[in-house]
């Protein structure tokens, strides 16, 4: 099977173990809600009949509307048009400091800021406390490449299919799910110190009392037959994640080892033994 690939970088995307999760997921689902989506990777490759992406992260969530609300061949001409007026090259670092201030002073369009990410350092999304895009330019890298242009194209097939919403995973609606729902967790890693900085929990990033949290509301999802899915890692840099672990065999939930190379990622270290180890964690 060919995975759509998200026209977002998105820290933490799922694309390339995409395949191994899903054969994990049930068949048949009614409702599924993919509660982090970031990127989307993983709502767009799934079959349901009716997928709800949620974030925090509303910046993203308004450009994956724009992309409804507009269009592919709109989207796609403004994308072009846009490059074109502003001069944005991988080379021309001006361009994008005036393209990025004059987003942070105006009425900040999600599509500009699609934009101002495909030219940004390492295509991420980074924002100040004023909500201010802050990333930097990401020279001789970062451009809206033909890659980038076909992934975007290929969303727009499945893109229709899709709510999107944007909650705190405290504040989204669970108690819509019922048996035969399906909702998948995505969130940021305690262990990999991953930053959610983007939204009112972003800025002080995601704790302990957050990965409870989230543990409590699989478990009443659980209570209700609602079948669902976590993704985390039970092991990081000689450490291991006991609240997760604990959590998960308290409950008799099922463990699966998922097969990625962390060699070229943030996580890795030099020492052969600090082993990152990701998991989907199942109640089914």
């Known amino acids: 099977m060919e995975y759509i ?4 970088n998105y820290i933490g995307n799922k694309y390339r173990i995409i395949g191994q999760i899903q054969k994990l997921f049930p068949d048949n689902i009614n409702v599924m809600v993919d509660l982090f989506c970031g990127g989307c990777d993983v709502a767009v490759n799934t079959s349901a009949q009716r997928i709800i992406a949620n974030d925090i992260n509303y910046h993203v969530i308004d450009i994956f509307k724009a992309f409804q609300d507009n269009g592919r061949d709109f989207v796609l001409d403004y994308i072009d048009s846009t490059i074109k007026k502003w001069g944005l090259t991988k080379q021309n670092k001006d361009a994008y400091l ?5 987003y942070n002073s105006s009425e900040r369009k999600p599509l500009d800021l699609y934009v101002l990410m495909c030219f940004s350092f390492n295509y991420q999304f980074r924002f100040n406390s004023a909500h201010e895009y802050n990333n930097p330019f990401g020279a001789n890298r970062s451009s809206f490449n033909d890659s980038i242009r076909n992934n975007l194209i290929r969303i727009f097939d499945r893109i229709f299919d899709i709510e999107f919403e944007s909650y705190d995973f405290l504040d989204f609606d669970v108690d819509i799910l ?3 729902d399906f909702l998948y967790a995505d969130p940021p890693y305690l262990l990999t110190c991953g930053s959610y900085n983007d939204g009112k929990r972003g800025f002080r990033g995601w704790t302990e009392q957050d990965e409870v949290d989230l543990l409590n509301l699989l478990n009443r999802l659980n209570s209700r037959n609602v079948k669902f899915a976590l993704s985390n890692v039970s092991r990081h840099k000689g450490r291991t994640h006991d609240i997760l672990l604990n959590w998960q065999q308290e409950n008799g939930y099922i463990l699966h080892d998922i097969a990625f190379n962390y060699n070229n990622c943030n996580y890795q270290t030099n020492n ?3 082993i990152t180890q990701e998991v989907l964690i199942t109640n089914y």
């Open 5 to 8: 690939k998200s026209p977002m």
């Open 98 to 102: 005036r393209f990025r201030e004059y």
């Open 272 to 274: 052969k033994n600090n």
């Open 178 to 180: 019922n048996s035969g």
